[in-house]
């Protein structure tokens, strides 16, 4: 028990993840502000004209995606806030813009040299020795050589707009979503019903409103271009908080009183999110203090060969993080293992560290308690079950995809 105290209050007091705790309860405050202004509104009606049916609006969810690049956690947050009217009145099911979201966020961070993903793994990969002796220049124009061999994150990204029109078949807790909405209409199931009370009050009462898309996209526009000049998401969020006092009070929108209500009541929305991810945080401690990832690198070295290393990393590293949900803490404890080994082993460098990406994006991806799979699923308003479950097909395909990929290129290079 003591130990699990320990652990507890370790996660609390880290600062990355007080710094997640923080983005997550001030990007309810500004959802709140923003539809209260019925700036959501106006954007929902603005794309409206845009989005001709189901099919229409699933690909400019996924093109929204891949536009909003600079961080998993943006992109999320933002595109849920976007589209989420739209989906429910084209009917498509809660699962189906969760699995889309999810499916551009990590995947398309990694796959991009100006997002915080790029940056981590630049300078992680570039702390190796062997990396820097490839003479491919800094950090990040290293990593500009490892991105056409992150095959998971290609895979995942391909893999939306086949489901989009049709050319993947709807599978397991996907297939059920589509049904559920055929005989019901319902675009979430029951157990997501409570989930989505207050959001339902609130589209009831603007149902014969009008909005701006300028309140909308200004705040939201702060937050993007801040968090690209500050590199600092947390900043952005609060500049864009900032930006709705300065928008939306002079015009009369809200008084300030109404103003700081939203604020807090907004925060107070994102709490359970918090809570889960503070769970989330508190599980992926727990496998590194037992030395999980230690654990399986010991029992895989005797099977290393140089052919098949880079397959055999991906499925590794995809392990790992499916069964911890820390992405970014595995790949750190197995990055300074790995990738000596493949120097010793002769193995392809560029291949193994896009392995090691594959991996992780995997487990940010698929891994039911990963903190994007959460935060997802939370600003879709449905159980976290319903996403994690209806997207585990489709998350199979990648890895079946990359799996055989590595191994090729493995083989070839």
Same mark, same amino acid.
């Given at each position: #028990?003591?130990?699990? *105290?320990?652990?507890? =209050?370790?996660?609390?007091? !880290?600062?990355?993840?007080?710094?997640?705790?923080?983005?997550?309860?001030? =990007?309810?405050?500004?959802?709140?502000?923003?539809?209260?202004?019925?700036?959501?509104?106006?954007?929902?009606?603005?794309?409206?004209?845009?989005?001709?049916?189901?099919?229409?609006?699933?690909?400019?969810?996924?093109? #929204?995606?891949?536009?909003?690049?600079?961080?998993?956690?943006?992109?999320?947050?933002? *595109?849920?806030?976007?589209?989420? /009217?739209?989906?429910? /009145? !084209?009917?498509?099911?809660?699962?189906?813009?969760?699995?889309?979201?999810?499916?551009?966020?990590?995947?398309?961070?990694?796959?991009?040299?100006?997002?915080?993903?790029?940056?981590?793994?630049? !300078?992680?990969?570039?702390?190796?020795?062997?990396?820097?002796?490839?003479?491919?220049?800094?950090?990040?124009?290293? =990593?500009?050589?490892?991105?056409?061999?992150?095959?998971?994150? *290609?895979?995942?990204?391909?893999?939306?707009?086949?489901?989009?029109?049709?050319?993947?078949?709807?599978?397991?807790?996907?297939?059920?979503?589509?049904?559920?909405?055929?005989?019901?209409?319902?675009?979430?199931?029951?157990?997501?019903?409570?989930?989505?009370?207050?959001?339902?009050?609130?589209?009831?009462?603007?149902? !014969?409103?009008?909005?701006?898309?300028?309140? =909308?996209?200004?705040?939201?526009?702060?937050?993007?271009?801040?968090?690209? #000049?500050?590199?600092?998401?947390?900043?952005?969020?609060?500049?864009?908080?900032?930006?709705?006092?300065?928008?939306?009070?002079?015009?009369? /929108?809200?008084?300030?009183?109404?103003?700081?209500?939203?604020?807090?009541?907004?925060?107070?929305?994102? *709490?359970?999110?918090?809570?889960?991810?503070?769970?989330?945080?508190?599980?992926?401690?727990?496998?590194?203090?037992?030395?999980?990832?230690?654990?399986?690198?010991?029992?895989?070295?005797?099977?290393?060969?140089?052919?098949?290393?880079?397959?055999?990393?991906?499925?590794?590293?995809?392990?790992?993080?499916?069964?911890?949900?820390?992405?970014?803490?595995?790949?750190?404890?197995?990055?300074?293992?790995?990738?000596?080994?493949?120097?010793?082993?002769?193995?392809?460098?560029?291949?193994?560290?896009?392995?090691?990406?594959?991996?992780?994006?995997?487990?940010?991806?698929?891994?039911?308690?990963?903190?994007?799979?959460?935060?997802?699923?939370?600003?879709?308003?449905?159980?976290?079950?319903?996403?994690?479950?209806?997207?585990?097909?489709?998350?199979?395909?990648?890895?079946?995809?990359?799996?055989?990929?590595?191994?090729?290129?493995?083989?070839?290079?």
């Amino acid at each position: #028990m003591t130990a699990w *105290i320990e652990v507890m =209050f370790s996660v609390l007091a !880290n600062r990355q993840n007080q710094w997640v705790f923080m983005v997550c309860a001030l =990007f309810g405050s500004l959802i709140a502000l923003i539809g209260a202004a019925r700036g959501t509104l106006g954007f929902a009606a603005w794309l409206d004209r845009i989005c001709c049916g189901p099919k229409t609006t699933m690909l400019v969810t996924w093109i #929204m995606g891949i536009v909003i690049f600079v961080d998993d956690y943006l992109n999320i947050m933002t *595109i849920s806030t976007c589209m989420k /009217k739209l989906t429910d /009145k !084209n009917k498509i099911p809660r699962e189906t813009i969760s699995y889309i979201i999810d499916s551009t966020g990590a995947p398309v961070c990694a796959l991009l040299p100006f997002s915080t993903w790029a940056v981590f793994f630049a !300078n992680l990969f570039c702390s190796e020795n062997g990396v820097p002796q490839l003479g491919l220049g800094d950090p990040l124009q290293t =990593f500009c050589h490892v991105i056409p061999y992150i095959f998971y994150a *290609i895979a995942a990204i391909i893999l939306v707009p086949l489901f989009c029109y049709d050319a993947l078949p709807k599978l397991g807790r996907m297939k059920a979503a589509y049904e559920r909405v055929r005989q019901t209409g319902n675009v979430y199931s029951p157990e997501s019903k409570e989930l989505n009370l207050e959001e339902e009050k609130e589209w009831a009462d603007a149902s !014969n409103m009008t909005g701006n898309l300028w309140d =909308f996209l200004i705040p939201i526009g702060v937050l993007t271009g801040g968090a690209i #000049m500050m590199e600092d998401l947390l900043q952005a969020v609060m500049a864009a908080i900032a930006v709705c006092f300065i928008l939306y009070i002079p015009r009369g /929108k809200m008084t300030v009183c109404k103003y700081c209500d939203l604020m807090m009541h907004g925060f107070c929305n994102m *709490i359970p999110t918090v809570a889960i991810i503070f769970f989330a945080f508190f599980m992926q401690q727990a496998m590194t203090d037992i030395g999980i990832a230690e654990y399986a690198i010991e029992s895989m070295e005797p099977y290393m060969d140089s052919s098949v290393f880079p397959v055999i990393v991906f499925l590794t590293v995809a392990s790992l993080t499916f069964s911890t949900g820390s992405c970014w803490g595995v790949t750190a404890v197995v990055s300074p293992v790995m990738l000596p080994m493949a120097v010793s082993l002769e193995a392809d460098l560029l291949l193994t560290m896009g392995a090691i990406v594959s991996g992780a994006v995997l487990g940010s991806h698929a891994c039911f308690y990963s903190d994007a799979t959460v935060l997802t699923s939370s600003c879709c308003n449905i159980q976290n079950m319903d996403h994690a479950l209806s997207q585990l097909p489709y998350a199979i395909m990648a890895t079946v995809f990359s799996a055989v990929g590595y191994l090729v290129c493995g083989l070839a290079l």
